[in-house]
Nanobody, 117 residues
Framework: VQLVESGGGLVQAGGSLTLSCVAS????????MRWYRQAPGKQREVVAG???????HYTDFVKGRFTISRDDAKNTVYLQMNSLKPEDTAVYYCNADVLFIQNYEVWGQGTQVTVSS
């Protein structure tokens, strides 16, 4: 099983980006999907999570600006990021709980988001 992120890039403050993450491989079901980020010199932190039942969690610093969504038919999770700030600059990682015979926690390789002031 692998997760592949896309959609990162360079954007000016106040701009928007949409990240995508596709799960592929031996998958029976993709359960909770999450986005994390890690800025230089800082620990990796959770940004948002979305369960199969539709329960959403956002970290306070992105509430009202970021939206997480998923398309289970495509095993894909999205992160719509609006009103981006320079402090949102980080590598964004996709994370998912995947079921195939047993449960696995899988990470993507990350995609860079850079917000210029």
């Amino acid at each position: 099983v692998q997760l592949v992120e896309s959609g990162g890039g360079l954007v000016q403050a106040g701009g928007s980006l949409t990240l995508s993450c596709v799960a592929s491989g031996n998958i029976y079901k993709v359960n909770t999907m999450r986005w994390y980020r890690q800025a230089p010199g800082k620990q990796r932190e959770v940004v948002a999570g979305l369960t199969t039942g539709g329960t959403v969690h956002y970290t306070d610093f992105v509430k009202g600006r970021f939206t997480i969504s998923r398309d289970d038919a495509k095993n894909t999770v999205y992160l719509q990021m609006n009103s981006l700030k320079p402090e949102d600059t980080a590598v964004y990682y996709c994370n998912a709980d995947v079921l195939f015979i047993q449960n696995y926690e899988v990470w993507g390789q990350g995609t860079q988001v850079t917000v210029s002031s």
